[in-house]
């Protein structure tokens, strides 16, 4: 199976401040046939399911708010807040979907500063 | 409106079984993959398994963790899956998730989750 590490753990950021999270896939998740990255980025807030917030590691869902961005291609992935705000207080999570056997990252908890 | 409803959490006792279902509405069920998912007390994320869509037969696949105690079924003519857990442990101990996904897609729609506990 595709073994999915994120870092930081945890990270506390400023309202208003960049908040970087990043993933990196143990094999490339990046597909030859259509140049596409099979991954996701989820957010959960405490007592919800995830949401989707980017798929193919850069598509941001409908709906969601521009300071969130995806980035990366391969093995090495960053989810990026540009300007963090209170409702962004949540745990962030990568998914790969390359395989069926589709793995998450353990978490990255952001928090306000 | 897509809608997974996923119930029949309960306390059990180690070595015990339980089948937990998850009914859908608001989307062609036999076009979808559903998975399941299952998050422990404190703790992140963990993806159990899933059931391909009708086009893929309706086959399954299963984290290895699971494989062999897990099985996941569909019943078509209530639009629902189930996930028939044995052989329990106390690190079976969660809330499990239903979602909905897609061939080579990722889950979009999630159930809101049924509490497991294991324990005697």
């Known amino acids: 199976d595709i073994v999915m590490t994120q870092s930081p753990d945890s990270l506390a950021v400023s309202l208003g401040e960049r908040a970087t999270i990043n993933c990196r896939s143990s094999?490339?998740?990046?597909?030859?046939?259509?140049?596409?990255?099979?991954l996701t980025w989820y957010q959960q807030k405490p007592g919800q399911p995830p949401k989707l917030l980017i798929s193919w590691a850069s598509t941001r869902e409908s709906g969601v708010p521009d300071r969130f961005s995806g980035s990366g291609s391969g093995t090495d992935f960053t989810l990026t807040i540009s300007s963090l705000q209170a409702e962004d207080v949540a745990v962030y999570y990568c998914?790969?979907?390359?395989?069926?056997?589709?793995?998450f990252g353990q978490g990255t908890k952001v928090e306000i500063k | 409106e897509v809608q997974l409803v996923v119930s029949g959490g309960d306390l059990v006792q180690p070595g015990g079984s339980l089948r937990l279902s998850c009914a859908t509405s608001?989307?062609?069920?036999?076009?979808?993959?559903i998975d399941w998912v299952r998050q422990a007390p404190g703790r992140g994320l963990e993806w159990l398994g899933l059931?391909?869509?009708?086009?893929?037969?309706?086959?399954?696949v299963y984290a290895a963790s699971v494989e062999g105690r897990f099985t996941i079924s569909r019943d078509e003519s209530k639009s629902s899956v189930y996930l028939q857990m044995s052989s329990l442990k106390t690190e079976d101990t969660a809330v499990y998730f239903c979602?909905?996904?897609?061939?080579?897609?990722?889950?979009?729609?999630w159930g809101q989750g049924t509490l497991v506990t294991v324990s005697s």
């Open positions: 059931t391909r869509n009708k086009a893929n037969s309706y086959t399954t």
């Open positions: 608001g989307f062609t069920f036999s076009d979808h993959y």
């Open positions: 979602a909905r996904s897609q061939t080579a897609s990722p889950i979009n729609y």
């Open positions: 998914q790969q979907y390359y395989t069926t056997r589709r793995t």
């Open positions: 094999q490339s998740v990046l597909a030859n046939s259509n140049n596409k990255n099979y």
